[in-house]
C-alpha cells in the first residue's frame, strides 16, 4: 500500500494547452527530508509524490492564468487537500517573474500561505545559463534585445558553400593555458559523456564540439552539424555557435575582435563551463558544482 508519510512532494508548473495531461520528472532527494515543489511556466498544474521509486498523483488543477497568485493557491490547495502543508520545504522553479517576484511571485504568496519560509532552489540550468551569456557578451560585446544573436547568422548564411572537413581547432590554444594531463582528463570526461544514453540532442552537439575543439577528432567520427536555430531562448547557442564559427573562422570574415572573443568564449567553454553543465541537473550535487565552477 502506498503511504505518503516521509514522501517526496513535487508539484508542477508545466507550459502547454491549459488541459494537458500530467506528467513528471523524477526526484533524487532522500526519503523524509521534505517536500520539493516544482513549477515552472504554467497552465497546467502537475502535482504528485515519491516514495523510493514509486510514484502518486495527487492532482491536476487547472488554472485560469499564468499569474504567480493563480499558481500559488492551486499549489496550496492540493497540499491542503492532501494534508501535506508542512510536507513541502523546497520550492524550485525557473527565473520568470510569475514564479520568483519579490510582490506578485508563487513563490512569495506560498510562503506567505504557509505562514514560514521554505528553501528557494531555481532551476540550475537558468542559473549557468546567464553564467555564459555574460562571458558571451563581454568577449564578443554582443548585447541585443533581440531574440535572435545576429553574430551567429554569419554561419547560416555561409553554411552551404563551406568545406566541412577543413576546419580549424583550438588546441594550439588550449595547449598553452593547460597541461597535456589537463588536456587528456578533459578528454575523457568528455568522451564518457558521450556514452550517456541520455545525453541527447544540443547537449551531444555540445560535447561532440568540445573534442572537435580540442583537436580530438583527427577520424573525422564527429560530423559537425548544420546551422539550427539561433535565439536566445535555445540555451546552449551561444556555446554551440561559439564553437562553430571559430571551427569555420578561416572561411569567414571575422574582425580581430571576434576571433579573439570567440576564441577566449571557446576557451572558458571547454576549460570551466561544459562539465558544470552537464551536471548542473543534479539537485544533490549543486554546491559542490557551483563551488568547483567557481575554483575553476
Same mark, same amino acid.
Given at each position: 500500500?502506498?503511504? #505518503? ?5 513535487? %508539484?508542477?508548473?508545466? =507550459? ?23 513549477? &515552472? ?19 491536476? =488543477? ?15 490547495? *492540493? ?19 510569475? /514564479?520568483?517576484?519579490? #510582490? ?7 510562503? %506567505? ?6 528553501? $528557494? ?10 553564467? %555564459? @551569456?555574460? *562571458? ?7 548585447? &541585443? ?10 554561419? @547560416? ?27 587528456? @582528463?578533459?578528454?575523457? $570526461?568528455?568522451? +564518457?559523456?558521450?556514452? /550517456? ?27 559537425? @552539424? =548544420?546551422?539550427?536555430? %539561433? ?32 576564441? +577566449? ?7 570551466? $563551463? ?12 549543486? =554546491? ?9
Amino acid at each position: 500500500m502506498f503511504s #505518503i508519510e516521509d514522501c517526496i512532494i513535487q %508539484l508542477a508548473f508545466t =507550459p502547454g494547452s491549459r488541459s494537458s495531461a500530467l506528467s513528471t520528472t523524477n526526484c533524487e532527494e532522500k526519503k523524509g527530508e521534505g517536500g520539493r515543489v516544482h513549477f &515552472t511556466n504554467p497552465y497546467v498544474n502537475k502535482t504528485s509524490v515519491y516514495k523510493g521509486n514509486k510514484e502518486k498523483l495527487l492532482g491536476v =488543477p487547472k488554472l485560469e492564468n499564468s499569474s504567480g497568485k493563480e499558481q500559488a493557491m492551486a499549489v496550496w490547495n *492540493v497540499l491542503k487537500d492532501w494534508g501535506l502543508e508542512d510536507k513541502a520545504q523546497i520550492l524550485c522553479s525557473d527565473s520568470t517573474s510569475s /514564479n520568483k517576484g519579490r #510582490i506578485n511571485g508563487a513563490i512569495t504568496f506560498l510562503e %506567505l500561505y504557509a505562514d514560514r519560509e521554505m528553501t $528557494y532552489f531555481p532551476c540550475r540550468y537558468h542559473i549557468y545559463e546567464l553564467v %555564459l @551569456r555574460s *562571458v558571451f557578451e563581454y568577449e564578443l560585446n554582443e548585447v &541585443t534585445s533581440s531574440p535572435d544573436v545576429a553574430f551567429f547568422k554569419k554561419i @547560416r548564411e555561409k553554411w552551404n558553400n563551406l568545406e566541412k572537413e577543413n576546419y580549424m581547432d583550438g588546441y594550439k590554444y588550449l595547449n598553452a593555458i593547460c597541461s597535456e594531463s589537463e588536456i587528456l @582528463r578533459n578528454v575523457n $570526461y568528455l568522451s +564518457n559523456a558521450l556514452k /550517456n544514453k541520455n545525453l541527447k540532442n544540443d547537449y551531444q552537439e555540445l560535447v561532440e564540439l568540445c573534442i572537435v575543439f580540442i583537436g580530438r577528432n583527427s577520424d573525422s567520427t564527429i560530423k559537425i @552539424r =548544420p546551422p539550427g536555430a %539561433l535565439h536566445h531562448a535555445r540555451w546552449m547557442a551561444k556555446a554551440i555557435y561559439s564553437f562553430k564559427i571559430f571551427l569555420f573562422s578561416q572561411q569567414l570574415s571575422l574582425k580581430m575582435s571576434e576571433l579573439n572573443g570567440l576564441k +577566449n568564449s571557446c576557451l572558458f567553454l571547454v576549460t570551466v $563551463y561544459v562539465k558544470s553543465w552537464l551536471e548542473s541537473s543534479s539537485a544533490i550535487g549543486a =554546491p559542490l558544482n557551483d563551488l568547483m565552477l567557481l575554483k575553476s
